[in-house]
Every structure is written in structure tokens, then in C-alpha cells.
């Protein structure tokens, strides 16, 4: 059922609304509207209880294991949340002069510092809204720092073919062409095609370390010499930095520029899809062409850096300050982890998945590169169950929703055919690992018995297997009953 | 160990099994060299109840204010009930709904908002938000430019704001288009229309502008299309309760309308996280960025709701894809779309119109004050520029004395229009906010008239 469905005409959430509604006589009758919005018309229950019941429909961290790998389901702690909504920071109008939010920007500005030394980078910009935005910023600064030199003919971004899609897609948006290369047996940068892909056309590497394969590059050092002497810039994906939270830092392993994802690694919520945040680090040589605002620290003293500060900027990327909600969390939970919090989300976060790893391939399931070390992840491939069974790794994925754990990534990266992409992050206790091992092998089991039972899962959910055949060729989009005036009146 | 389970049993037993005599060990594959020491800059980690105490002391520092900035972002009373229910578990701490079946709360939901948009815009289809109304607009142009394909040019007023201007230009400079800037009459605060034979892409329609001023949204509608360019609808989604939707502008309607999503619910917050509406004609659905909610069937034939048209994405295009874009801001959009729900038609009417007549009422009674005039003679909507014989970042300071945030100084961004700020008063204002604002400004400006700081004295 739908809002739409509860709606009466002239019911309202009486206590909601303002006093009657002032006069509008002073506007230009063609510019107002003539029939009103058809928006739902409920009681304050109405809208509670529906809403409620939708949340319920949903697994989510609090409620299911959620081993999906490249996402990074740790648990968000609470206190991340009440602290960030207390009422005085939500009152504050983001245009307020910066006397008017000391405490604020006090969080930000101690965040940012704390950012720049768990990467290793020499500045870092809070402005980007996401990963991808975060790319963004990233690859426009390469593109900036290289145009600010006069070396225009870099026109090119290479880009692993384990890479995920933002990555080439970003590259487009800056104006960059993109040269896929290929990966190596163990799951590496392929250093031949490397090598042979470099040249004075290109502007830079993007990277994700450890991979979306879930293996570390070991060869780093040399990747980063041959795209330094080719005159290329290191570009980091942040994606997987979980794994390496207190052990490595980008800075260190020569990356130029790197974005990093703060709802995973810093456990900011994924709100069912957003909203996150996508601070960008830089090196040295990209300080000057960081988006603003940053946050500045005069004796004491914050503000935000505007385009006086900083005239090479790449300029701004949203209207005010980012999601500042969002860094607040990722602060508090800064704060709460600390230094020696810092040091061991990557060690348990890789403990968590090589245990799960070696459990699994004692279990009879295929890793895809057996002889490399978990980072933080690792993909099981069910390439042989499927030629045996049939049973594929979307079919194995819906039935473990059937056991109450959310499925992991499916079929990313796109290089490991019939894959699952599994990360367990460092939240999760040995009891609850070894119960998704037991589901995993009770459905491998079930694929090997009763084919059939697993191609038609899930059966246990609010809803079975979508057609999104029809969703996409018959689109709609919006609700339109039938009774329903069109929008052109 | 703060969020980790692990007693020192359980790893013993987890290192057992896999074979490693150390967590170090686990970690051999990176090359020795690379090692990083111990964090300089992180301090020793608090027990929740001293971040706690921290937290709110520096939530006491920044305080309350009596609030009178919009530009852009609007303080709206928030019912209770959004909040609460926006931070369930089940909401707060979902992933993007790739496992549709597992996902059906947060579907369904955006469906219902992607419904609300369309009904409150006029359009046809809306997708799941974006990040804000900056970005929002930014992906709208490069929307248009995708759509002409034969120009690359768009035409921008300044009386759009000036921030989401350069946010436009930081998102689409790199790929060769050129953003035009449109005068505005200083008589009206309308954006004036130059003798353009046409041969661009867009015209962004602001609606109510930067300035609070209401644009002559049908005439721009229909010269953009006269000219074969989209008109592109920049729009305040509460005005949209009574103000014309942009499907009905002009003879045939907006083609895009994209605008900031904060005034449906979300806390002023210092900044986010909001999110980015965009609602569009069906024919250009293909071109839209973001994700996209429809409804469809299960196995049975019972309705659910999925992702859909993915083959525009990222994750399937690469490097043909829309945008990069991967999230919408939904946790935002689950806020919104209970705002919407809750105000309805009538509420979300209400609040459009106090904040109009707030506005108005402000504008009177500040006017009535000697050398405080209003920019322009057009009529307003829920902010109004006011123009002052005086310096604006001193009587700014001194209201803020008063704990009084009076408006936003716009002269940096228009020195044209002298000493001048930007004046909102929303529904949340009493009329005793509005006479202690007044009250303090005439307090202000006379005593600085009659003993000016030094720095003014003759």
C-alpha cells in the first residue's frame, strides 16, 4: 500500500502545520499555481505507521550481517548520530559567519588534520559528497595541476580493468579519455601493460589498493615509479581503506591525490543509499588546487578558506559546506575510536575476513586467487557450481537472504566470473561469522541436491524475485492512478 | 576495543584456524618499508560519555540565534515524527538497494518521492535526488548539453546564486562548455533577456531568484523553446505549493526542473547533508544521472519496487555513463518524502504563504526605517534585498550583538547594488521576532548615524 492510498481529501497533520496560511494577493496571479500539489493528505499516525512498516521491509546493519564486499557494513555507533543532531549544530544556517560556529567548525577542522594523517597526504579538502564526487574533485585537481604547468597534452587516465565504474566514468566527466589495463594472475597490475600503456599523453593512474580483488599491490613501489617517470600523477581510490587503516597510508606509498569514503571507513550510515562524504587528500604539489572550503586554523581561530585563500582552486563542488552532518559523525567516531581504534580497524577487519577465507575454502568453495593473503575482503567464485548446478551466484546470493543475511557484492568485479565479493568487516563477532558459514555451505549443499530450491529463492522475503525486464521496458515511474489529472492542466 | 567484539579467545582460535601466528603476520604481503608508524595527529580515544560532554560543549559554544539568512537554505519548522523514524536502524543503516528483495522499505519509499516530485514539479519523472541544488543544477546542464547535442552552450542569469554558478562551472568546465551570463534589470531583479539568435543548449529559469524576486517563468519558458534550447526550471520546492509548477510554464512547460531539496525537512545543519531534486519530461528519462525507482512485479505478480534504467549508470557504462554519480542522499530523501506526507498540500500551502507574508512584513517594517530601502519594486517571495545607507558588515555585526543573524551581505557578489543584503523571515518567525529585528536595526542605525565609528567621521 501506498501514502497515496491512505490520502482523504481534507485530512491533515493538523498540530504540524503553521497557523492559517498568509495572504499571496500581492503576487502575479499567472505566476501562481492554479490547482495545488497532490500530495498525500494523512493523519500524523497515518504517516508514522506506514513509514514504520516500510523501514521494517529493509535488512539493514542493525538488523542482518551484511558481508558486502567494496561497501563496508561496519556497525554505526549511535552516539556518531545523537551528538552530530544535537539541536544547536542542526540551527546553524551554513551561511553564518564563522565567529557563530566555533565549536563546529573546531570538530571539522581537527577531522580534516586527523584525515591528513591517517593518509599521509600533506592537505585535505572536505568538500566532496561522496566517492565518486570525491574522484571528482580528485581527478580535476591531476587535470588542473597539469594545465597550471602548461602540459596540456595529458589527455589520458588509465584505469585497471578491476576498477570500479566511477572510476572511468569520472575520468570522462573531467575530460579524460580512458586506457583500460589489464590484470595479472594473482590479482596485481599487470606492470608489462603498465609499462607499454604510459606515455607523455598520460595525465595519470587511478588505483584502488588494496584492489576491489581484494589483494594488496605489492608491486606499489614500482607502479608509482613508472607513472612518476612517465610524468603521470597517483590517484588513490579510497574505497578499500579499511583494510589498510593504521597500517599503510597512501602518502606513503607515493599516491599524489586520494579520496577516501567515510561512510565506510570512517562508519558514517549509508542511509539506504546516501548521504556520504568524500574528502579528498592531496601531496605537496596539488595544495593549491584543492575545492573549497576548507577549514583554517588562525591561533585559534577557525574559518572557512574561500577563493581569496586559494585562487588555483578547482573551485566549489556544493553550494555550502559538504555534508557536514555526515563529517560530524565521522568525527565523533574519529573521537571515540582514537589512535590505538585507528590501528586496529584494519587489523580486524583483516582478521574477520581471512578467517572467514580459510573457513570457506575448507568448505569446499573456490577462492579466486587461493594463493593471496584476504586484505579485507576476498571473492569466492562459484564458477564450478554453476557448470554443476546450475545454480548461479545471483541464485546463491537470494537464497542467502532466505537464512537472514544480506547477500555480498555479485558480479564485481566484473573480471571473476560467478563471483561473490565478501567482506565481513572488523564489527562483526566469530558467532556471527561462523552462522554465515553455515548458511553459505547449507545453500552449496542445497545447489548440489535441489537445484531448483535455490534458483527460485528467495521465498522468505516481502517480496520474490523482481522482473526488471518489465520495470525497465514498461517504466513507471511515478504513481498515476487511474483517476489521477495529468500534470498539464 | 571500541565496535570490536574479539576476546583474546577468539583470536587465537580465528589465527588457529587460519594458520597465522600474529594479526601482524596477516599483513606480509605489504612490502616492510611501507609500514606506517604510530598516528601522530589522532588523539587517544574518549569513552562515549567524555565525547559526549565534548560534544556538547561545543554545541553550547555555537548556541541559538535568531535566524533571518535563506539564501538557499531555509529554516522550516520539522515535525517531530521525521526524524525518528528517518533514524530507525532499518533506514539509517541500509545500502543502496541493489537486493531489491531485501530492500523494498527504501524502494518503496523512494517511489512515493519520486511521485511527490513529479506532482509537486508538473513533470513527468523524477529520479532519487542527487546531492544538492548546486550539483543538482550542474547535472541539469550537462543534461541540456547531452540532450541539444549540437550546442554547448548555456545560458545562466545572475540572478541565479552566485555559488551554485560556480559549482556549474567547477563540474562542467573540463568538457568544453561555455556558460553564459544574463544581465538583470536593476529596476525589477528580473533577468533580462538578450537579443540571442539562439544556437545554445539551456536557459536555467530561476523561480523565485537569488534575489527572492519571481522571474516571468512563462516568457523565459517560451523564448528558451522558441530558440530550440531547454528551459531549465531552478526551483524552490515549498514555493511549488503555490507557485506554478514549471510543467505548466510557458505554451509547453519546463523541460528539467532541479533545485535544493533542503526546505522538504532537513536541518539547517552548517551546511548538509540535503540533497539535489531533479524531475524531467519523459522523453529526456534516458538522459537523466542519479538512480531511478520503478515498480514492477515479483515471480507471483505481486508489485515491488527496483532499481531501474541502470544501463545509464556507472557501475554498467563506465566510461559512457550519465554522471559518476553512484548515491542519491537518501537517507534525506526519507526525511523529505514524510515532510511531504505530513504537511500535504494544505500544510506545505501554509508554510509557503507565512513565509511570504513574514517576509513582507519584515521588508515594511525594516523600510519604515530611514535609509533602508528595497532593491528592487518587483514582488518578492520568502526573501527580499534591502539595500542600507550604511555599511552592511558592521550593522550585520552589530545585530549579531543583538543575537540577531540579519540577512547575508550580498555586495561582494553584486557591488552594483551598494550596501546590500539578502532578507528571509520563514514561517517560524513570530511577528515579535520580526519587531525585536526592526527594533534592534533602527536601534542600530541611528546610533551609528548620529555617532558614526570613527572610521566614517569627516
Redesign the interface.
Known sequence: M???DHSRPG???AA?????????D???A?????A???????S?L???R???R???????????F?P?GS?T?????R?C?S???????????????DE?????L??MFELQ??L???T?MAGVSMAP?????G??AGV?MI?AYHDARGDTARREIIVPDAA???N????????Y??KEIPTDATGGVDLAALKAAVGPQTAGLMLTNPSTLG??E?T??EIQKIVHDAGGLLYYDGANLNA?L????PG??GFDVIHMNLHKTF?T????????AGPVGVSKRLLPFM?IPLVLNENGAYRLATETDLPQS?????????????LMRAY?Y???????????V???A???A??LM??LREAGFDLAFPT??ASHEFIVTLKKLKDATGVSAMDF??RL?DYGY??PTTY?PLLVPECLLIEPT?????ETLDGFIEAMVAIKHEAETNAALVK?A?YS????????V???R??????KPAEFIP??? | ??????TEE??S???G????AS??N??????A????G???????????MA??R????????????S?F?G???Y?H?I?A?I?Q?T???????????Y????????L??I??Y???M???T?????N??L?????ALAEAVLMAVRSHKTSRRVLVPKTV?P??R??V???VK???IELVELDYDPATGQTMLPAEPGGFAGLVIP?PNFFGV?E???AMTDWAHDKGALAIALVNPTT??????P??WGAK?ADIAVG?GQPLGA?????????GFMCCRQDF?RQMPG??????????G?P???L??Q?R?????????T??????????V?AA??Y???????????????????T?ALADKLTAIPNVTRAFAS?C?HEVVLQLNDNAKDV?RAL?AQGI?GG?DISGWYPELGQAILVCAT?TKTSGDLDQYAQQMERILSKRREAPPCAYKN
Open positions: 501506498l501514502i497515496f485530512r491533515t497533520a504540524q502545520l503553521p497557523a492559517a496560511g498568509g495572504s499571496l500581492d503576487l502575479p499567472n505566476l501562481r499555481r492554479r495545488p500539489p497532490a500530495l498525500p493528505e494523512v500524523e497515518d504517516v508514522v506506514h513509514y514504520t516500510l523501514s521494517q521491509l529493509n535488512f539493514s546493519i542493525d538488523t542482518q551484511y558486502l561497501c557494513m561496519k556497525y554505526n555507533p552516539a548520530n551528538l552530530a543532531m544535537l539541536p544547536q549544530f542542526l540551527a546553524r544556517h551554513p551561511a553564518s559567519p557563530t560556529g566555533q565549536g563546529f573546531a570538530s588534520e586527523m591528513k594523517d591517517v599521509g559528497m561522496a566517492g565518486a564526487h574522484e571528482f580535476a587535470r570500479h565504474g566511477t572511468p566514468a569520472t575520468a570522462t566527466m573531467c575530460g579519455t580512458v589483494v594488496f605489492k606499489i613501489a589498510i593504521g597500517k599503510v597510508r606513503d606509498m562508519s550510515p549509508h542511509g539506504g543509499g546516501g548521504p556520504g575545492p578547482i573551485g566549489r563542488m556544493s553550494a555550502n559546506m559538504g555534508n557536514a552532518g555526515v565523533i574519529a573521537r571515540l575510536l582514537g589512535r590505538e581504534g585507528m590501528h586496529r584494519a587489523e580486524y583483516t582478521l574477520n581471512n578467517y580459510v573457513r593471496r593473503r546470493a537470494k537472504l544480506h547477500a564485481f572488523e564489527t562483526e563477532s566469530r527460485g528467495p522475503l516481502p517480496v520474490r524475485r523482481l522482473d526488471d518489465k520495470a525497465a514498461e517504466l513507471d515511474l511515478a504513481y500534470s498539464r492542466v | 576495543m571500541p565496535f570490536i567484539p574479539h577468539d583470536v582460535t580465528m589465527l584456524a587460519i594458520g597465522a594479526i601482524e596477516l599483513f606480509d604481503e605489504i612490502p618499508a611501507l609500514k606506517t604510530k598516528l601522530k595527529d589522532v588523539p587517544d580515544g574518549l569513552p562515549e565525547v559526549a565534548l560534544m556538547q560543549e561545543r554545541a553550547s559554544q555555537d548556541g541559538f540565534w535566524n539568512i539564501a538557499g537554505v529554516e519548522h515535525p515524527a526524524w523514524i533514524t530507525r536502524g532499518e533506514f539509517y543503516s541500509a545500502y543502496t538497494p537486493q531489491a528483495e531485501a530492500s523494498q522499505g527504501t518503496q519509499l517511489y512515493e519520486q511521485t511527490m513529479t506532482r509537486l508538473g513533470l513527468d519523472v523524477s532519487a535526488s546531492y544538492d541544488g548546486a550539483s546564486h555559488i551554485y560556480r559549482v562551472d567547477t563540474t573540463n568538457q568544453g523561480q519571481l516571468d517563468v512563462h511549488l505549493a503555490v507557485l506554478e509548477a510543467g505548466q512547460g535544493e536541518p539547517m545543519a552548517s551546511g548538509g547533508p540535503y540533497f528519462v538512480r531511478i525507482v520503478g515498480r514492477t512485479v515479483d515471480l507471483d505481486k515491488g519496487f527496483a531501474t534504467l544501463a549508470e556507472q557501475h554498467i557504462r563506465r566510461s559512457k555513463a554522471s559518476n554519480i553512484c548515491t542519491n542522499q537518501g537517507l534525506v526519507t518524502t514524510q511531504m506526507a505530513l504537511l500535504g498540500p494544505q500544510g506545505l500551502a501554509k508554510v509557503a504563504s507565512n513565509s511570504h507574508a513574514n513582507v514582488p517571495f550585520l549579531r543573524l547575508l514561517e
